[in-house]
């Protein structure tokens, strides 16, 4: 498999899973918009069968190599993001874990339990970015005592091993080029932005501003019937030269930060508040 076919499976995943995520691709393709993405994102667990080094095994095969890593203390999360040596155009890759070594007995003994149970041959397969959720059918009292801990965790019991989000690059764009607008149109189409931090995250003078909507909110088969939880985003992100003209290539921690929490829960209103 190719890093086309990587990305076009990957994409395909994402958008069938994720309704918002197809018509908002549309709607700025409908506007005229070249639709590239910055970077794709995902997240695991801080065990050696299944943390970033493992899931970044088939980008590093294919000219990938690391270049920069972020620590999230309150979150309890590392990551790192690679870029392709010979081809500047292809998407990031940002890859977190969750650092299950410093939450409680009950989250550390929940992951050891379902990665126990994971087909090992899955779990060394380097297609583990496709493989979901390897242990089962999770259970939605455990999916809500994870979540009192930590939306992460929360997370990855649900969904499992997949792409969490994509992001896209509004460097291309003509029209909207300025998260302000892409916002302002995402908004009075009925999407809700993810207001942590702001709705814009970091700045011109940090060099990158991020956006993001919330997740869309979908039916998931759990042990105990359908329920409905938040799945993926789409974020937005622009860049800007350093002093040298050239664009900033990495992440800002704290903007990086309140991103993650579009995969929390919500009430559903217009403000997007997290619960």
């Known amino acids: 498999m190719d890093l086309q076919q ?26 005229g918009e070249t639709v590239n993405h910055d970077h794709i994102a995902f997240r695991t667990f801080n065990d050696p069968r299944v ?20 620590h999230f203390k309150k979150k309890k999360a590392y990551a790192q993001h690679f870029e392709h040596k010979d081809d500047p155009t292809l998407p990031r890759i940002f890859i977190s874990h969750l650092l299950t070594e410093q939450l409680s007995d009950y989250v550390q003994e929940t992951v050891s339990r379902i990665l126990s149970k994971s087909p090992l041959k899955e779990l060394t397969s380097e297609a583990l970015i496709f493989s979901r959720t390897l242990w089962g059918t999770p259970n939605y009292e455990v999916y809500d005592k994870l979540r009192e801990e930590s939306e992460y965790a929360a997370w990855m019991y649900a969904f499992g091993f997949r792409v969490n989000h994509f992001a896209m690059k509004v460097n291309d764009f003509e029209r909207f080029n300025q998260l302000e607008s892409i916002n302002d149109r995402l908004k009075k189409e009925g999407w809700i932005m993810n207001k942590s931090g702001g709705e814009i995250k970091g700045s011109k003078e940090q060099l990158l501003e991020q956006s993001s909507i919330m997740a869309d909110k979908i039916d998931v088969q759990f042990e105990e019937g359908m329920k409905k939880a938040p799945a993926c985003y789409y974020e937005f992100t622009k860049r ?36």
């Open 240 to 275: 800007y030269p350093d002093e040298k003209g050239n664009l900033f290539g990495g992440f800002i921690t704290s903007s990086a930060d309140k991103i993650f929490e579009s995969t929390n829960q919500y009430n559903g209103g217009a403000s997007g508040e997290l619960y």
């Open 6 to 31: 990587i990305y076009n499976r990957l994409w395909k995943d994402y958008t069938e899973q994720n309704p918002s995520v197809k018509k908002i691709y549309n709607l700025f393709i409908n506007e």
């Open 51 to 70: 943390n970033i080094d493992m899931l970044a095994k088939p980008f590093i095969e294919r000219g990938y190599e690391p270049k920069g890593e972020y």
